[in-house]
């Protein structure tokens, strides 16, 4: 391994919610929004809460 790159930490996350979660973080970053997640959960000075994006527009077809 490249002395750059982070290694490989696999976690268990349902089908479901892993795929929902690419679809609003973006399929080629999640492991950032994850990776800035931990730091500011464990408080790294300067970390800050990743941003969510807007929630889309409901509309009665999604209600039901």
Known sequence: ?????TPH???RVENDLWEEFGQVAGERNRAAVLRDFMAWYV?????T???????P???AENDA
């Open 57 to 59: 527009e409901r509309s």
């Open 9 to 11: 930490r696999p976690i």
């Open 1 to 5: 391994m490249k002395e750059t790159h």
């Open 43 to 47: 408080r790294r000075r300067g970390a």
């Open 49 to 55: 809460l990743p941003k969510r994006p807007a929630t």
